[in-house]
């Protein structure tokens, strides 16, 4: 079965740290791979897509890597931002079927 | 703001009852697609519509219907609710019909079953 795995379940972090969300998947072959990011109770926005060719992609302070042969993704923030508090989704499209699986996502939290 | 608008923002009835919930697709997106988001669960796709017409099918229960209006605007049904329905329902949309295409989300509507 497809899946997409993503750590850790939950982060803390002082403002101005910079971390890394990991992803992966099971998923093969694969179209892309997206990171979105989701503030409480608001829906998702996207930060990031990488095609299975692409290795890696930024988005201002947020940089995606992507390894098509270990089948991983990390998402790089850098120097974080109190609004960075967020779930980090990673939602992989399934090149067979055409069908989308998402992670279950990382809760980040920013402390000042 | 992604162009998506949702209504109500939030619901809350009775067990057994039925509700539903609309959503108005970005101008120029001809798919719409509705989600469900529980407390400890990631997003569950639902149904896709696609100019009208039901496009992708995923944990939808059968107590759950959907339709895509002449005017691409979409409605949930939700029927027979529990306890367990209570979630936060997102409708996204995009401009083609895959799935792997950027789908813009709307806020959200947030149902409480009581």
């Known amino acids: 079965k497809n899946q997409v795995e993503q750590s850790p379940q939950s982060l803390i972090i002082l403002e101005g740290k910079n971390c890394t969300l990991q992803?992966?998947?099971?998923?093969?072959?694969?179209?892309?791979l997206r990171w979105y990011k989701q503030d409480t109770g608001r829906g998702p926005v996207s930060l990031t897509i990488?095609?299975?060719?692409?290795n890696t992609k930024s988005n201002g302070r947020y940089t995606a890597t992507l390894d098509a042969d270990t089948k991983q993704s990390s998402l790089h923030i850098t120097a974080s931002q109190l609004s960075d508090s967020a779930s980090y989704i990673c939602?992989?499209?399934?090149?067979?079927?055409?069908?989308?699986?998402f992670g279950k996502g990382t809760r980040l939290h920013i402390l000042p | 703001d992604s162009g998506v608008t949702q209504t109500p923002k939030h619901l809350i009835t009775a067990t057994g009852q039925r509700v539903t919930l609309r959503c108005s697709p970005r101008?120029?997106?001809?798919?719409v697609y509705w989600y469900q988001q529980s407390l400890d669960q990631g997003l569950q796709f639902l149904i896709q519509?696609?100019?009208?017409?039901?496009?992708a099918k995923g944990n939808i229960l059968e107590r759950f219907s959907a339709q895509q209006f002449p005017d691409l605007h979409s409605e949930l049904n939700l029927s027979s609710l529990e306890l367990g329905d209570s979630a936060l329902y997102f409708c996204?949309?995009?401009?083609?019909?895959?799935?792997?295409?950027?789908?813009?989300f709307g806020p959200g509507t947030r149902l409480t079953v009581t």
């Open positions: 101008s120029g997106d001809l798919s």
């Open positions: 939602v992989v499209r399934d090149y067979r079927d055409d069908k989308i699986i």
């Open positions: 992803c992966n998947y099971t998923v093969s072959p694969f179209s892309n």
């Open positions: 996204a949309s995009s401009v083609g019909a895959g799935l792997g295409e950027e789908q813009y």
């Open positions: 519509y696609y100019n009208g017409e039901e496009r």
């Open positions: 990488m095609t299975f060719s692409e």
